[in-house]
């Protein structure tokens, strides 16, 4: 069976070479005898790899020694807690923007922990557009800013970094992160599951500005506190190992290509010819103001619903995997983050031509 090209939101396509390495060091990990996932946390293997990974992340990223970068477990969604554990003191406020289904997930998990303000919905254009910073009404005294550069479910991203003032701008970059250079100084805290663009899922990344470490509540679970987990460098107890060794397969990777300015180039005509192809055809419709567009997750409708099953079906046999939208949206969704290679993509237009020609 050769490998097809997928789509998936996440857990998302790997690159080819990360997988094959992983292949060969699996059984031997450099003349050691035995896999990274039987390795102590505490070897000196391991905390090679451990730095390594984070030193490469950083470099990446253009992460300054500013901040603590923490390899945490419990996804991204566990950090929807862990952000207001740790940022919003007792009878503080925070200010969330709402632009689709992660946001939401966001705000409802922040409110069990104080008082949150919507400061900006996308929800009067059906989530296709981003409203414009003027029109915010964020709090001078917020103890954050917190939104979602990228909705994965609905693929809108925003083409600027919101300006916070002196507020601390939280960012969950679970879909965007490394697809395009960044300025890194603008935020307090970026987090990244880790499925879509950095490996295994489970894991997730988090950048935070050392100023804002050592304020969590007293009730916060020790797990989930910032200050700990950087205190013991990711290892209060034993981390992801085997998640963490990928994910600096990935950023090796990603050196080799040439870097988040490298993969930007790639991903924005990845991006530009999908979406090109879908606004010249009238049997497929994305429904995002362009500017908007996001070039990870792109949304897109057929012009008879009815053919969905059979698109699909299409799809699949022809090593086009994991189309379908999200269940709740619908349509369909190819997921197109930086291990996603261009010939996959055109190979999704060719079919999408050709079914268009003979079932449109
Ligand atoms: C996938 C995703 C999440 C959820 O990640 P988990 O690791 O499954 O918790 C959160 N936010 C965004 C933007 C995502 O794309």
């Not at 809108?156 to 879909?175: K, R, T």
């Not at 497929?284 to 949304?299: E, G, H, L, T």
Request: charged share 20%; net charge negative; with cysteine.
């Amino acid at each position: 069976m050769s490998r097809a090209y997928n789509f998936c939101a996440g857990p998302a396509t790997l690159p080819e070479a990360v997988l094959n390495q992983a292949r060969e060091e699996m059984l031997d990990w450099r003349g050691t005898g035995m896999s990274v996932m039987e390795m102590s946390h505490r070897s000196d293997e391991f905390v090679q790899i451990a730095e390594t990974a984070e030193r490469d992340f950083r470099e990446l990223a253009g992460v300054s020694d500013d901040y603590a970068v923490l390899f945490m477990q419990g996804g991204a969604s566990s950090q929807f807690a862990t952000i207001p554990l740790n940022l919003l003191p007792e009878g503080g406020s925070a200010d969330y923007v709402n632009t689709g289904i992660w946001s939401k997930k966001a705000i409802a998990e922040a409110k069990r922990y104080g008082d949150v303000n919507v400061a900006a919905s996308a929800e009067a254009s059906g989530f296709s557009d981003i409203p414009d910073q003027a029109s915010w009404q964020t709090r001078a005294d917020a103890a954050y800013l917190h939104y979602t550069p990228n909705e994965t479910i609905g693929g809108l991203e925003y083409d600027f970094i919101p300006d916070s003032g002196s507020v601390p701008l939280v960012a969950d970059m679970s879909s965007t992160i490394l697809s395009r250079p960044m300025d890194f100084s603008k935020f307090g805290l970026v987090y990244a599951g880790a499925q879509k663009n950095i490996g295994p899922s489970g894991l997730v990344v988090v950048a935070i500005r050392k100023d804002l470490l050592g304020k969590a509540r007293s009730n916060t679970p020790t797990m989930m506190n910032y200050q700990v987990i950087a205190d013991n460098g990711s290892m209060y107890n034993t981390p992801a190992t085997y998640s963490w060794y990928l994910a600096g397969l990935v950023f090796q990777w990603l050196k080799a290509q040439g870097g988040v300015t490298a993969m930007a180039a790639v991903n924005e005509r990845k991006a530009k010819k999908l979406y090109g192809f879908i606004d010249g055809n009238d049997f497929y419709a994305n429904p995002i103001k362009p500017r908007f567009r996001s070039w990870m997750n792109v949304p897109f409708t057929l012009a008879d619903e009815s053919l969905n099953g059979e698109f699909l079906k299409g799809a699949d046999a022809r090593g086009l995997l994991n189309l379908k939208g999200h269940r709740s949206v619908g349509g369909m969704r190819a997921s197109i983050y930086n291990a996603m290679p261009e010939a996959g993509v055109d190979a999704l237009i060719d079919y999408m031509t050709e079914f268009a020609k003979e079932r449109g």
